[in-house]
Nanobody
């Protein structure tokens, strides 16, 4: 059974940083691409970043320069480092496996003073 579990969210002040983690199980992790999405209150879920199986990253223009996606195949983990956070980054952040409709439960990120 394929499972994704996100963690690392929380409350952070504007300008702060967070590192989100996504633990995958039940799948050949090194052979898959991973993506992060987010959904803000009252808005549709939007794509944030992707990392290919070859560790090539892609970023949404809205957050480019402030985020870094990475992966550790040995640990079956994907990460999203977020810096210079603003209140507009407040959302539930999800990881997903590219090409599969499998999602984690999400981790809440709240940026507020």
């Amino acid at each position: 059974q394929v499972q994704l579990v996100e963690s690392g969210g929380g409350l952070v002040q504007p300008g702060g940083s967070l590192r989100l983690s996504c633990a995958a199980s039940g799948i050949n992790f090194s052979g898959i691409g991973m993506s992060w999405y987010r959904q803000a209150p009252g808005k549709e879920r939007e794509w944030v970043a992707q990392i290919s199986s070859g560790s090539i990253p892609y970023y949404t223009d809205a957050m480019k320069g402030r985020i870094t996606i990475s992966r550790d195949n040995g640990k079956r983990m994907a990460y999203l480092q977020m810096n210079s956070l603003t209140p507009e980054d407040t959302a539930v952040y999800y990881c997903t496996i590219d090409g599969l409709n499998i999602w984690g439960q999400g981790t809440q990120v709240t940026v507020s003073s």
